[in-house]
């Protein structure tokens, strides 16, 4: 298996540019989640999905969209993007038995100037 | 009120040393208590869990929690240097709404 992965490793942007950044895990977990963190700053939720066609905000969604339309997918989407969203992405997934177990993945390092 | 406090570090000590890492909490509904190790420029992994107070270990690692005083405690014996990372605690009340991270302490073990 190859666990969640994500893509781009790495972008940067332009103010006001959009992007999506690509979430995908082959453990068929269905919670995922998005996190983000930035220096010297724990992760903060963004948002979360328990299946497809369910979403829910977290702690920190001003600024961002998802959709889960399938069990392995959870994309999230920047819209207009703001120097503020300048930090690192986490994309995780857990089984529902064991939703303390978050399996995440290699981050995406994105930079808005 | 969902808060985790952690102490960033960064926290340097010699090989072999025991080193003691600490959270407090305020939500009294958490009741899974994980550590996530976080080396530099990687996603965190899950390190340990516990649920509810209690010691539990795993090798040279020890997590205690005491959920009277809201206090998280992991414990390093013969600390290596490839145990330098970052370590962030993260209680949780087992549902699915995602976990509360604290900012995590960085570890650097001298050689």
């Known amino acids: 298996n190859a666990g969640v992965t994500q893509t781009p490793k790495f972008r940067i942007l332009k103010i006001g540019q959009s992007m999506t950044l690509q979430c995908t895990q082959d453990?068929?977990?269905?919670?995922m989640y998005w996190y983000r963190q930035d220096p010297g700053m724990g992760l903060k939720l963004i948002y979360y999905?328990?299946?497809?066609?369910?979403?829910d905000k977290g702690e920190v969604p001003n600024g961002y969209n998802v959709s889960r339309s399938t069990t392995e997918d959870f994309p999230l989407r920047l819209e207009l993007a703001a120097p503020s969203q300048t930090s690192v992405y986490f994309c995780?997934?857990?089984?529902?038995?064991?939703?303390?177990?978050?399996?995440f993945g290699p981050g995406t390092r994105l930079t808005v100037t | 009120q969902k808060e985790v406090e952690q102490d960033p570090g960064p926290l340097s000590v010699p090989e072999g040393a025991i080193v003691s890492l600490n959270c407090t909490y305020s939500?009294?509904?958490?009741?899974?208590f994980m550590w996530y190790r976080q080396y530099s420029r990687k996603g965190p992994e899950l390190l340990m869990y516990?649920?509810?107070?209690g010691n539990k270990e795993d090798g040279r690692f020890t997590a205690q929690v005491d959920k009277s005083s809201k206090y998280i405690s992991l414990f390093i014996r013969d600390s290596q240097p490839s145990d330098s990372a970052t370590y962030l605690c993260?209680?949780?009340?087992?549902?699915?709404?995602?976990?509360?991270f604290g900012k995590g302490t960085h570890l650097i073990i001298q050689p």
């Open positions: 995780a997934s857990t089984p529902p038995r064991n939703a303390y177990e978050q399996y």
């Open positions: 453990m068929n977990h269905n919670y």
């Open positions: 999905s328990v299946g497809a066609g369910i979403t």
């Open positions: 939500n009294s509904a958490f009741q899974y």
């Open positions: 516990t649920y509810s107070s």
């Open positions: 993260a209680p949780s009340g087992g549902g699915a709404d995602g976990l509360t």
